[in-house]
């Protein structure tokens, strides 16, 4: 069982940046980690993906602007956001999946962090 902490959320002007944190109770070392994220009345989309390999995929709408990383030996994830817009404002979810071979066997998710963009 992994837990997941997101740090980093808050209110940021546009053209701001703010970098998230998902701090995880366990090792990510084999877990696919992801960040999500929900706007009021929208539903919950993948913005940015980094599978245990290091290979990283963006929603088309923060590509250039955002970027995931990882740091396996301190356990967290991280989401820099550049030139921040108010379409991104919306609740960040830090997300991780465990694969069984190629099955997925758990998916963890953490409580969220609010980012808000001010125009």
């Known amino acids: 069982q992994v837990q997941l902490v997101e740090s980093g959320g808050g209110l940021v002007q546009v053209g701001g940046s703010l970098r998230l944190s998902c701090a995880a109770s366990?090792?990510?070392?084999?877990?696919?980690m992801g960040w999500y994220r929900q706007a009021p009345g929208k539903q919950r989309e993948l913005v940015a993906g980094?599978?245990?390999?290091?290979?990283?995929n963006y929603v088309d709408s923060v590509k250039g602007r955002f970027t995931i990383s990882r740091d396996n030996a301190k356990n967290t994830v991280y989401l820099q956001m550049n030139s921040l817009k108010p379409e991104d404002t919306a609740v960040y979810y830090c997300?991780?999946?465990?694969?069984?071979?190629?099955?997925?066997?758990?998916?963890?998710w953490g409580q969220g962090t609010q980012v808000t963009v001010s125009s």
């Open positions: 997300n991780a999946e465990e694969y069984s071979g190629r099955y997925l066997a758990r998916v963890y």
């Open positions: 366990g090792s990510i070392f084999s877990l696919n």
């Open positions: 980094i599978t245990s390999g290091g290979s990283t």
